[in-house]
């Protein structure tokens, strides 16, 4: 379960492209291509330095017009899909 101290990152096993405002990935573990859609990309070009969910929702907030309670569900259901299909890791 993740929570705001949680600390993620990019997996070794996922490569990606950046096209636009949109980022495609390709999981090495199950050669499956992603896309993500801009604002998922934002959160996949923020985690390729480690940052912690907190981190990444204060960052969403300044960028987006959104609610804290949207962003903060929004936030940790695109982080448990890409979790879910390795294509990021939890840090300890």
Do not use: R
Request: with cysteine.
């Amino acid at each position: 379960m993740m929570d705001d101290t949680t600390l993620v990152s990019i997996s070794k096993q996922a490569v990606h492209c950046d096209l636009e405002e949109e980022v495609v990935i390709l999981g090495l573990d199950d050669g499956v291509y992603y896309g993500l859609n801009p604002v998922a990309a934002f959160i996949w070009n923020t985690i390729q330095t480690p940052h912690t969910v907190g981190e990444l929702k204060e960052k969403i907030l300044a960028e987006y017009d959104v609610t804290e309670d949207i962003c903060q569900a929004d936030l940790l259901e695109i982080l448990q899909k890409l979790l879910d299909n390795k294509l990021i890791e939890i840090k300890e």
